[in-house]
Nanobody, 120 residues
Framework: VQLQASGGGLVQAGGSLRLSCVVS????????MGWFRQAPEKEREFVAR????????YYPDSLKGRFTISRDNAKNTAYLQMNSLKPEDTAVYYC??????????????WGQGTQVTVSS
């Protein structure tokens, strides 16, 4: 199983980025997908989750309105659209796949991460 995250980079505050996560080695449409992030010297933080069909999304209150998770089951890909980025959004962003229906923890498979840096 491989989860390949990409799309990170350096962006100015107020800008946008779209992250992608291409999944292989499993039946993508059978897995819920999540995004997490980890900033230096901080614990990993839940960012967003989308269910198998893409009909339901979940975000922590702190990120609602700025981040949008989506998926394309035909392309085995999940996305994270990030708008109005802030310096505190700087972190390594990870995608993860979950079979059981967890929302914020206990995902089954993880990608390698993509760095997002937001300059002030």
């Amino acid at each position: 199983v491989q989860l390949q995250a990409s799309g990170g980079g350096l962006v100015q505050a107020g800008g946008s980025l779209r992250l992608s996560c291409v999944v292989s080695g499993l039946t993508f449409s059978s897995y819920h997908m999540g995004w997490f992030r980890q900033a230096p010297e901080k614990e990993r933080e839940f960012v967003a989750r989308i269910n198998k069909s893409g009909s339901s999304q979940y975000y922590p209150d702190s990120l609602k309105g700025r981040f949008t998770i989506s998926r394309d089951n035909a392309k085995n890909t999940a996305y994270l659209q990030m708008n109005s980025l802030k310096p505190e959004d700087t972190a390594v962003y990870y995608c993860a796949a979950d079979y059981s229906g967890n929302i914020e923890r206990n995902y089954d498979y993880w990608g390698q991460g993509t760095q997002v840096t937001v300059s002030s």
